[in-house]
């Protein structure tokens, strides 16, 4: 009889993929799971509990906040201060990073970053959402507060990241530095199931995600792309196929699974481009490499660029090595 490993089986089996922990990683990515499964339950039955539409109110970003945005980050934050394992905590909702300087908190080792509900524009049109973490180590001495230094950290120092979609069915998708492994919820047994064991792009891929509403403010190199991968060529698979929603999450774990390419940017609408390096960009980064493919700002690895501020942009190109990397020739050239 086939065995089916859960996702606290498997974090257990794996305890030497945390080099420094001593099992408050493990307790840590379960919190993460423990979040992800009320945010859910919220997400499941927004339309019966009148929590679908906008608030009024816009973020640190200047975007409309949905009222299941807030509600997610209030979910992780009282999750995470509930529990011991981390000392603070950033969030794309939040101007400032939370500090837990209390008895529980303050011995500490980590710090986690998270957007709470990527892809929330699309709540109202039952379009699949997300939720994206990424995990370091801190800085600052343990037993004070954390800092600003603890947060602005370059994205290879990450210890863990990952993300949960929540579709068709729920998944949990992480990697601590050793490949990265997907896991669905079973709602009948409240647990997540390895579903996807070490994921891997695709030798190959034909799909590409981007906004084309925004091509009048691309870069030549960037519109000479979308123009080659329109292009028909029998022996490259080409035409591509577009594929895009709007939301990172969905758009990326398609693009892992199946092969793409996913790019947003700088010269749109966000000059510098629209995600931000710490929430998003990062995180997708580090999981695109464990993943066997690249991600880049276009000329530079993402995982190498160090932060300046909470809520930093870049430009984020990733996917599949090979589409990657013709994306950067076409951009190069101009």
């Known amino acids: 009889m086939e065995?089916?490993?859960?996702?606290?089986?498997?974090?257990?089996?794996?305890q030497k993929d945390f080099p420094y922990a001593k099992g408050e990683l493990s307790a840590l990515l379960s919190s993460i799971k423990l979040a992800g499964k009320l945010v859910n339950q919220q997400i499941n039955k927004a339309g019966l509990a009148e929590i679908l539409g906008k608030i009024g109110?816009?973020?640190?970003?200047?975007?409309?906040?949905?009222?299941?945005?807030?509600?997610?980050?209030d979910i992780f934050i009282?999750?995470?201060?509930?529990?011991?394992?981390?000392?603070?905590?950033?969030?794309?909702?939040?101007?400032?990073?939370?500090?837990?300087?209390?008895?529980?908190?303050?011995?500490?080792?980590?710090?986690?970053?998270?957007?709470?509900?990527d892809g929330s524009s699309n709540i109202d049109v039952d379009i699949t959402v997300g939720t994206i973490f990424s995990i370091y180590r801190r800085i600052s001495k343990e037993g004070s507060?954390?800092?600003?230094?603890?947060?602005l950290q370059p994205g290879r120092n990450q210890v863990a990241a990952g993300y949960i979609i929540y579709g068709t069915s729920t998944i949990l998708v992480y990697t601590s530095?050793?490949?990265?492994?997907?896991?669905t919820f079973d709602p009948g047994i409240g647990s997540f199931f390895l579903s996807h064991p070490n994921i891997k792009f695709p030798k190959k891929g034909n799909t590409y995600s981007i906004n084309e509403g925004n091509y009048i403010h691309f870069p030549k190199g960037i519109k000479k792309y979308i123009k080659w991968v329109q292009e028909l060529d029998e022996n490259e698979n080409r035409p591509f196929t577009s594929r895009y929603t709007g939301s990172l999450v969905a758009d990326f774990h398609r693009n892992m699974l199946l092969g793409g390419i996913?790019?947003?940017?700088?010269?749109?609408?966000?000059?510098?481009?629209?995600?931000?390096?710490?929430?998003?960009?990062?995180?997708?980064?580090?999981?695109?490499?464990?993943?066997?493919?690249?991600?880049?700002d276009g000329s530079k690895r993402i995982l190498d660029i160090t932060p300046k501020e909470l809520h930093q942009r870049v430009p984020l190109i990733c996917g599949n090595r090979e589409m990657v990397e013709k994306a950067e020739k076409f951009?190069?050239?101009?």
């Open 57 to 73: 109110k816009q973020n640190i970003q200047g975007e409309n906040q949905a009222k299941l945005d807030l509600i997610a980050n």
């Open 331 to 334: 951009l190069k050239e101009g």
């Open 177 to 183: 530095g050793n490949g990265v492994n997907g896991f």
């Open 262 to 296: 996913y790019l947003y940017p700088e010269g749109t609408t966000s000059p510098h481009g629209k995600l931000r390096l710490l929430y998003e960009s990062n995180p997708m980064a580090f999981l695109t490499e464990q993943a066997g493919g690249k991600a880049t």
């Open 78 to 117: 009282d999750t995470f201060r509930n529990r011991g394992e981390v000392c603070g905590l950033g969030s794309e909702e939040l101007e400032d990073f939370i500090v837990f300087d209390d008895d529980i908190h303050r011995e500490a080792k980590y710090i986690v970053l998270i957007d709470p509900l």
């Open 3 to 14: 065995r089916h490993v859960t996702l606290g089986e498997f974090i257990i089996e794996n």
């Open 145 to 151: 507060p954390v800092t600003s230094e603890d947060f």
